[in-house]
């Protein structure tokens, strides 16, 4: 139950929202119950923040020397990052051949080190972070083909 204090006309008001019901709502004034009618239904759900990510290509290598988080790309097939962190260690090169359980990056998350394997068997394309980036999660990380 919400309770609002009112000033209407000079008046005070204490309100007491008891029930919300789409256009019907229950309240007490004063400790006087009333059913109002809205003319529009009430809403009872905040609205969801939506968030905008850049769709910018993707290079083929990482050239990044600011701390800023790495934009998250949609590169088809790349090797994303499950969470937001530090890059460590980049174990990888382009043009290395590579299996799917190999650790290619070392993210660190919460003061943890977390191994980013390669995801599939091949050649590793592109690497889209340095050593030091910060990258958001579901960032490209590397492209493995």
Same mark, same amino acid.
């Given at each position: 139950?919400?309770?609002?204090?009112?000033?209407i006309n000079?008046?005070?008001?204490k =309100?007491a %929202?008891q029930? *919300?019901? +789409?256009q019907n709502?229950?309240?007490? =004034?004063?400790g %006087?119950a009333?059913s109002?009618?809205?003319?529009?239904?009430? $809403?009872t759900?905040?609205?969801?923040?939506? %968030? *905008?990510?850049?769709?910018?290509? !993707?290079?083929?290598?990482?050239?990044?020397?600011?701390?800023?988080?790495?934009?998250?790309h &949609?590169?088809? +097939?790349?090797?994303?990052?499950p969470l937001p962190?530090t %890059?460590? &260690?980049?174990?990888v090169?382009?043009?290395? &051949?590579?299996k799917? &359980?190999?650790? !290619?990056i070392?993210?660190?998350?919460?003061?943890m080190?977390?191994?980013i394997?390669c +995801? $599939?068997? +091949?050649v590793?394309k !592109?690497?889209y =972070?340095q050593?030091?980036d910060n990258v958001?999660?579901g960032?490209d990380?590397?492209l493995v083909?």
């Open positions: 139950m919400k309770t609002y204090k009112m000033k000079g008046n005070e008001y =309100v %929202i029930d *919300v019901n +789409g709502v229950e309240v007490e =004034v004063n %006087i009333y109002v009618e809205l003319d529009q239904p009430a $809403r759900e905040r609205p969801k923040p939506v %968030i *905008v990510r850049s769709t910018a290509p !993707a290079a083929t290598t990482a050239t990044s020397t600011t701390s800023q988080p790495k934009e998250v &949609s590169t088809e +097939g790349a090797t994303k990052s962190g %890059i460590l &260690s980049i174990n090169t382009v043009g290395q &051949s590579v799917a &359980s190999d650790v !290619a070392v993210l660190e998350a919460m003061k080190e977390n191994n394997n +995801g $599939r068997d +091949g590793v !592109a690497v =972070v050593k030091g958001l999660e960032a990380l590397l083909e």
